[in-house]
């Protein structure tokens, strides 16, 4: 069965430096999502993006966060200069485009020191 | 008053039970609905998807839709212990919107 793939599965990193997550959607989706998880908070929304560029962002998706599509299957979160209050779990998620089923990753943990 | 709300729970329930999770929201505009079980520290994992009201039956799961009440609901049959989980109710306005997530209800099935 197709899914959605992440990597890293975990990251430890410095506060201040840069973070990437990487996202491989299924291969005929169409619409891609990042979403966090703090450790015992809810799922929350980060940004979504169609047709090579972001469709919606939340108040969370500041200056410091980019995605980016760089190429026909990977689609990638960073985090430009990671603060304490970062660290959770990021969910990439896709939807193929005629259902509104949206599925999820795995995860990336991540953890800012 | 909170977009969506979730009883945490946890509920235990013994093995074979009929288990009721449930939901209710404040924007009478959410058109979207589904139900994801999340594992500890793993992705949710979609489990039921409706749009608008009405009942959907999947296997052992149905979801209910009351959108005159806000109101959704997703029953377990005959649960077993791997049933054991978070449910996660979760909700959109508009197709390929983003998703407003319920806090989770924890589910302890014990055999």
């Known amino acids: 069965e197709p899914e959605v793939t992440q990597t890293p599965s975990h990251q430890v990193t410095q506060m201040g430096q840069e973070v990437i997550l990487r996202c491989v959607p299924i291969?005929?989706?169409?619409?891609f999502y990042w979403y966090r998880q703090i450790l015992g908070q809810k799922v929350e929304f980060l940004v979504s993006f169609y047709n090579n560029e972001i469709s919606e962002k939340s108040e969370i998706f500041d200056d410091q966060f980019s995605v980016e599509r760089p190429d026909g299957s990977n689609f990638t979160l960073k985090i430009r200069s990671t603060k304490l209050e970062d660290s959770a779990m990021y969910f990439c998620?896709?939807?193929?485009?005629?259902?509104?089923?949206?599925?999820f990753g795995e995860g990336s943990r991540l953890t800012v020191l | 008053q909170k977009e969506v709300e979730q009883d945490p729970g946890p509920l235990s329930v013994p093995e074979g039970a009929i288990v009721s999770l449930n939901c209710t929201y404040s924007n009478s505009a959410f058109q979207y609905f589904m139900w994801y079980r999340q594992y500890s520290r793993k992705g949710p994992e979609l489990l039921m998807y409706t749009y608008s009201s009405g009942n959907k039956e999947d296997g052992r799961f149905t979801a209910q839709v009351d959108k005159s009440s806000k109101y959704i609901s997703l029953f377990i049959r005959d649960s077993q212990p791997s049933d054991s989980a978070t449910y996660l109710c979760a909700m959109s306005l508009e197709y390929g919107n983003k998703l407003v997530f319920g806090a989770g209800t924890i589910l302890r099935v014990k055999s």
């Open positions: 998620a896709s939807m193929r485009g005629d259902t509104g089923e949206l599925f």
């Open positions: 291969s005929n989706h169409l619409y």
